[in-house]
């Protein structure tokens, strides 16, 4: 074969992987609510490696993008999660955003760009804000895009790869859900330490499933992490067959944007991560020690591996066209 034919079997298989992962990505799903698990940026604003995480709701949609409401047919759900600072005049803990435009930054599927970079993301995010989030976040004066978090509810894959782990949910149960979040008081208390983002989706989490997601206080020192909640609710998911368990792999967009990093909890970090590792070796090793028995007994956990074990089948698919670099 030669460098042609080569290259042209390359694009091939990176076409046919597209196609399918757009199939799989917005055919409709069996699962209705879904923990969405974001790898790391490894930029600023996020300080650490354990990435961010989301919940999104299939049956559940946006009457404003403050309060929510049961879906109508055809609509696709909502993302819901915290940020420190969304940038609104007033205080709100959360905001909704559709499917779409939370992974891709359009509201259709046409529309998906295929590369992004920085001028693209900022472009697409601004759109978004312009059309749908105006009254919530309002132009600046001097015509500058308004600071806040809020970006970083629109086109998540454009910095970094996405897993999503599903479980079913019944009409009654959605209906329960609804009753009870829209009562709760939605005003920003994000703390790092006791009420960050994983909190926010592990609390989400159990309003439908009481005690699925928690917290990992040996290996994140009593704070949560994403993979914490990730993990937990894998571990209630995959006891109960009937709840269907699936995860999906939504990939980051072709771009020079920095490539994302795996999720790590706290104590891998302190032995994988030379500004952490490094010290202790020096003068803690029994630290070091601890931190790496912790981690290995009880704290170990791969969201990928999990995803090729319980993709769908259309993801599974577009997962053997995935082309080899």
């Not at 694009?11 to 799903?29: D, G």
């Not at 309003?207 to 009593?222: E, G, I, K, Q, T």
Request: charged share 20%; hydrophobic share 40%.
């Amino acid at each position: 074969m030669n460098d042609n034919q080569s290259m042209g079997l390359a694009v091939t298989k990176f076409v046919a992987a597209a196609i399918l992962s757009l199939c799989s990505w917005f055919t409709p799903a069996r699962a209705d609510v879904s923990l969405f698990l974001l790898e790391a940026t490894g930029v600023s604003g996020e300080a650490s490696s354990a990435g961010h995480v989301s919940v999104y709701l299939s049956n559940i949609c946006a009457d404003t993008p403050v309060r929510l409401r049961l879906c109508q047919p055809g609509e696709r759900g909502v993302v819901i999660a915290t940020y420190p600072d969304l940038g609104t005049d007033m205080p709100y803990e959360w905001v909704a955003i559709p499917l779409l435009p939370f992974l891709v930054g359009v509201e259709d599927e046409r529309n998906i760009p295929i590369y992004v970079n920085g001028e693209i993301r900022t472009l697409m995010r601004e759109a978004h804000r312009r059309k749908f989030l105006r009254a919530l976040i309002p132009d600046r004066t001097d015509g500058a895009i308004p600071a806040g978090n809020w970006q970083q509810m629109i086109g998540n894959t454009y910095n970094r790869d996405i897993y999503g782990f599903s479980l079913r949910t019944t009409p009654a149960e959605d209906a329960a859900f609804l009753e009870q979040f829209n009562r709760r008081p939605n005003r920003s208390r994000f703390n790092t330490m006791f009420r960050n983002c994983a909190d926010f989706a592990r609390e989400v989490i159990n309003l439908y499933f009481p005690r699925a997601a928690h917290r990992d206080a040996l290996n994140d020192f009593a704070m949560t992490s994403p993979k914490a909640v990730a993990r937990s609710l894998t571990r209630y998911a995959v006891k109960r067959p009937e709840r269907l368990f699936t995860v999906a792999k939504f990939a980051q967009l072709a771009g020079p944007i920095r490539r994302s990093q795996d999720n790590r909890n706290y104590s891998e970090m302190a032995i994988t991560s030379k500004k952490y590792a490094l010290p202790q070796l020096l003068f803690k090793r029994e630290l070091l020690a601890f931190f790496a028995a912790s981690y290995f007994l009880v704290g170990r956990f791969n969201p990928h591996r999990t995803y090729l074990a319980h993709a769908t089948p259309e993801i599974s698919v577009a997962e053997r066209f995935t082309p080899v670099s």
